[in-house]
């Protein structure tokens, strides 16, 4: 296998040690280091023959004999530096942890697969054999059915309130630094029981000590699996702890002495110890004498020389998956970092201007007062509960060509409103986006509803307008008139440009209009509705109204009334997460499963695999292909899901694959 040629970003310890473990392998070189001075990195290239310093983490990157970096500087620059790297068109290893926190991992490895580079978490006891060997024994059944894990990493450092290990501005604390490890190493355990790769705790539970500084000197957690597993993993800064794994079983318990660094303690070479119940410990030598940073490098090495962009070592859903748990246990003794704070997230995780580069191309359409042109795509603001995940959901969003935000009063008891606020503001891109918000809904759905709410919600998104404004639901005890009057006051002061109603019928829409032009007052422009292939067989909350009915389709069509499409893709319905057999998910199976959907979803994935596309692509290329105006709202969670949603603005249907796919005429 080939030879990576490698620079080092950064010149801390870890990359000293990474450095020189290149010299002691024939699949890898250090071509080049980067530091924030050139003197650093001047002195760091000295110890490597035909090393080439450079005096800025650019030049690194734009150095064209490096063809992988290792991302070597502190936690809060990993991410940033990470995309770069792979924007730069160069492979991706970076130091653990991969970014302050879930979302920046997600923003990492987008950014690789969206240029075609290897990227892995620098988990290098993952690629040693006394990992592999221990899993082993663990997935034979060495010592029977697991049912605990005890995992430690933790260390006494001499307080310094700057250091990168108490700073909170470095990401300080053990939880990130060390505390990643007995968490990684409880998931990959968990799921060699399960028979997968990993497995991701189903619960968490952490009591811990913030210092002065505000982040964990000591903290421990509980992970319970879905499989019955229970973890406890503690970490330090401040405390000596054992540093050892134990497995234990129903026949024994698996011991390793030194997990993270096999040949610890005077050691060339790793040991497992099984002790079965009544019998002598069992000491298991694991022969490696490399260098554990040289495995790693030769591991990543072979991965590249093979095309491959992730290994099973690491994978990118095995690091998603542990960022989210040191989330969780963060969360759970109340750290969070002061640059994670609403007000703080002023930048772009890669660390650039907030710039659109769709990668496909995005449909826009107006209506009505808006007087701006409208993504086709519509980014619900729904689950958001953190800065760090929002503003890296919403400039993702943005920067593939999306503009239009859809909240409402009732969201999050107003937490997705003031993120989506604090966001607009951090990126001073207010007037450049469409921002639809909703009010008065049940059972405060009254017209003098409108006013306190609207006002709030305007005071949580730090703006002066919506540039559409729904009335959430419908009060038939209500006349139509009195909403038009008491929306047209906010008409008239500019709060609103725009309005509808959501989940509203075609006749009261209808109503409401013949009062506003009886009056002379703005109407109804707008509709929010259900409408997706699969058509809605019962409200998935009370009130719920769908516009999938001929009937709707025909009046949005003769009156030209845009339609806000919520749970365009029907939930999951056009994913694994649904199936005649599949009823975990009883808010699916109330609102989805009947046999004309089954029918509907059965040809959407036929017509998917003649088309080489996902089934959820087919379903939402149906909503968008309507020959009124439609547009998508979408509530992704994760980047690949947004990915996944623009993915289907490129998947041309015809009239007659719409008819067939609704069950309307056949192919």
Request: net charge negative.
């Amino acid at each position: 296998m080939g030879s990576i040629k490698w620079g080092i970003l950064g010149t801390g310890s870890i990359a000293k040690q990474f450095a020189k473990a290149l010299q002691t392998t024939d699949k890898g070189t250090l071509a080049a280091v980067g530091s924030r001075s050139q003197e650093s990195a001047d002195k760091f290239a000295a110890h490597g023959d035909g090393t080439t310093p450079h005096g800025s983490y650019e030049s690194l990157l734009n150095d064209p004999a490096v063809e992988a970096v290792y991302i070597a500087n502190p936690h809060p620059g990993h991410a940033e530096w990470a995309i770069k790297t792979a924007r730069a068109g160069k492979h991706v290893l970076c130091e653990k942890p991969i970014g302050m926190n879930h979302a920046e991992a997600m923003a990492i490895f987008n950014a690789a697969e969206e240029n075609g580079v290897f990227a892995m978490e620098a988990f290098m006891y993952r690629c040693h054999p006394q990992t592999k060997k221990a899993i082993d024994l663990i997935r034979d059944g060495a010592i029977g059915d697991v049912r605990m894990i005890r995992a430690s990493f933790g260390f006494e450092a001499p307080f310094d309130a700057n250091s990168r290990l108490f700073s909170n501005a470095l990401g300080g604390g053990g939880i990130l630094d060390v505390g990643c490890y007995p968490v990684s190493m409880s998931r990959l355990v968990a799921g060699a029981v399960q028979g997968v790769p990993f497995l991701d705790p189903v619960r968490v539970k952490a009591v811990g000590e913030l210092g002065e500084t505000g982040v964990d000197q000591w903290t421990a957690a509980t992970m319970q699996f879905e499989n019955g597993i229970v973890a406890q993993v503690s970490t330090a800064v401040s405390v000596w702890l054992d540093n050892t794994v134990t497995v234990f079983g129903d026949k024994g318990q698996l011991h390793l002495p030194a997990p993270w660094h096999p040949a610890q303690h005077g050691k060339t070479f790793g040991e497992v110890v099984l002790t079965h119940h009544g019998k002598k410990p069992e000491s298991m030598k694991v022969d490696e004498t490399r260098n554990i940073y040289a495995v790693e490098a030769e591991v990543i090495a072979d991965a590249i020389a093979s095309g491959r962009q992730q290994t099973d070592e690491m994978s990118w859903n095995d690091t998603l998956g542990n960022m989210a748990t040191l989330d969780a246990w963060r969360s759970q003794i109340r750290l969070t970092y002061d640059a994670e704070r609403p007000k703080a997230v002023t930048r772009t995780v890669h660390g650039g201007p907030l710039k659109v580069v769709p990668v496909d191309p995005m449909p826009y359409r107006s209506f009505g007062k808006v007087n701006k042109q409208i993504s086709r795509l519509v980014m619900g603001c729904d689950n958001q509960v953190t800065m760090p995940h929002a503003a890296v959901m919403f400039d993702d969003f943005v920067e593939r060509g999306g503009n239009c935000f859809d909240t409402a009063h009732l969201y999050g008891e107003g937490i997705m409103e003031k993120l989506l606020g604090q966001w607009m503001t951090n990126r001073g891109i207010r007037d450049e986006l469409v921002v639809i918000g909703k009010g008065a809904h049940s059972p405060n759905c009254f017209p003098q509803t409108v006013t306190p709410e609207l006002i709030e919600s305007l005071d949580r998104l730090q703006t002066d307008y919506v540039d559409v404004y729904f009335l959430h639901r419908d009060n038939l005890d209500v006349p139509v008139g009195e909403f038009v009057d008491a929306i047209n006051e906010h008409v008239a002061a500019g709060r609103i440009k725009a309005y509808g109603g959501s989940n509203w019928t075609a006749e009261r829409i209808d109503e409401a209009n013949a009062y506003a032009d009886s009056k002379g007052l703005l109407g109804f422009e707008a509709v929010s509705n259900n409408f997706s292939l699969a058509r809605m067989e019962n409200p998935v909350w009370p009130g719920c109204i769908a516009a999938s009915e001929d009937a709707y389709r025909d009046w949005l069509t003769k009156n030209e009334i845009a339609l806000m499409c919520w749970s365009s893709q029907a939930r999951g319905f056009f994913t694994d997460r649904a199936g005649p057999d599949k009823k975990d998910d009883m808010e699916l199976v109330n609102a989805w499963y009947s046999d004309a959907n089954f029918e509907r979803r059965k040809r959407c994935y036929e017509l998917a695999g003649q088309k080489g596309v996902a089934p959820v692509h087919i379903a939402l290329a149906y909503v968008l292909a309507q020959p009124f105006e439609p547009f998508a709202l979408i509530g992704p969670r994760t980047i690949a899901e947004t990915k996944s949603s623009f993915e289907a603005l490129t998947v041309p249907l015809t009239e007659q694959e719409i008819g067939w796919l609704d069950l309307r005429a056949e192919a």
